[in-house]
């Protein structure tokens, strides 16, 4: 099969030819009929993933179509449409069986642990567990989009941040993972304010239900200017990008017994960032990180689609081929455009 691979941890991918998956007892191949392109492949392909065994293929946000089943799966058939959680549990360890698959001891990641979906054909593990069977009318390249940023947005803003109706939520960083939590939290009613550098994404932020946007390139004191727009600070604050002064600003940024919520990944010389305790400990914060979110999970999510509620197509910026994905992915750090990167393989259906 065709997929992009890289031999070196910060070397120009290419594509190639390797061998077509197969799969293991308890899993599935899928044809891959999309892919998204995320930051955390970036992270990923610059070796900060301890998982990755070289030579590696990315790609964890993905939607297909079943093309073979290992002899043990009970659930799942062949030209089933599905997609799956980033992160895939066992379901057998202490943590799957509590409910919090996205912790699972052995958990299976495709595109970190494993070959991932930056080819024509990816494996899955543990697929009874954690495989979504897709609406028939949902188009692959939203479901691929679900798969990391929105439902990991999903569940900071609804299970991790406990998000409620007329709430101010701050959310920084109008990535995927930005973009993704303000929409849902817009839909449940909460007031959203959006933070980032840049207007452009800013303008989008306030097109998919943020009430404000704050540029911090225009402001000295960011916690206090939020404070000021929330009338007290936010009762959630979520720092969807990654960013030690971010993180820092969301925590300062929180009225007395709010909740910060950590969803970017905090790598290299952001993992450490100064968190001020002391703010913590006299007006009773909280903070909670967020990974992932359960294959169960997805059920309210996809209702929420269903019924119009959530629109996650409106979050794709464009959509790419294979061969587009290896400069798509290696410029991610720049964090080009606004919106979404989709690799399509779809030839026809929805």
């Not at 892919?35 to 990923?44: E, M, P, Q, T, Y």
């Not at 100064?274 to 169960?296: C, F, R, T, W």
Request: charged share 20%.
């Amino acid at each position: 099969m065709k997929a992009v691979v890289y031999r070196a941890f910060g070397e120009a991918p290419r594509i190639e030819s390797v061998p077509d998956p197969v799969p293991g007892s308890d899993g599935v191949v899928l044809k891959v009929m999309a892919s998204g392109v995320c930051l955390s492949d970036w992270h990923g392909w610059q070796g900060h993933d301890p998982d990755i065994v070289l030579p590696h293929v990315p790609g964890h946000e993905l939607a297909g179509v079943v093309v073979a089943v290992g002899d043990d799966v009970t659930r799942w058939q062949l030209g089933d449409r599905v997609t799956v959680p980033f992160v895939s549990g066992c379901g057998r360890c202490p943590q799957c069986h509590s409910g919090n698959q996205q912790v699972c001891d052995f958990q299976f990641q495709p595109g970190f642990t494993h070959f991932g979906s930056f080819a024509e054909y990816v494996a899955i593990h543990y697929a009874d567990e954690n495989l979504v069977r897709l609406p028939e009318d949902m188009r692959f390249e939203t479901a691929a989009s679900l798969g990391c940023r929105f439902a990991t947005s999903f569940r900071a803003i609804v299970d991790q941040g406990k998000v409620a109706r007329d709430q101010w939520v701050v959310v920084h960083g109008c990535g995927g993972v930005g973009l993704s939590a303000i929409m849902i939290a817009s839909a449940l009613g909460a007031r959203v304010v959006a933070v980032d550098i840049s207007d452009e994404k800013l303008a989008t932020a306030q097109r998919i239900g943020a009430v404000a946007g704050l540029n911090v390139m225009a402001q000295d004191k960011v916690a206090d200017a939020i404070r000021e727009l929330t009338d007290g600070g936010a009762h959630v604050s979520v720092d969807a990008i990654g960013n030690a002064d971010a993180c820092v600003n969301s925590i300062a940024s929180l009225r007395k017994r709010g909740r910060h919520v950590q969803i970017g990944l905090m790598v290299g010389k952001h993992s450490r960032p100064g968190v001020p305790m002391d703010k913590v400990i006299a007006n009773e914060l909280e903070i909670v990180g967020s990974h992932g979110m359960q294959a169960y999970r997805y059920v309210e999510m996809m209702d929420m689609i269903g019924s119009g509620l959530l629109a996650p197509e409106k979050l794709i910026g464009r959509t790419i081929t294979l061969e587009e994905s290896i400069e798509a992915m290696t410029s991610m750090n720049r964090f080009p455009g606004s919106g979404v990167t989709i690799i399509s393989m779809a030839t026809d259906g929805p």
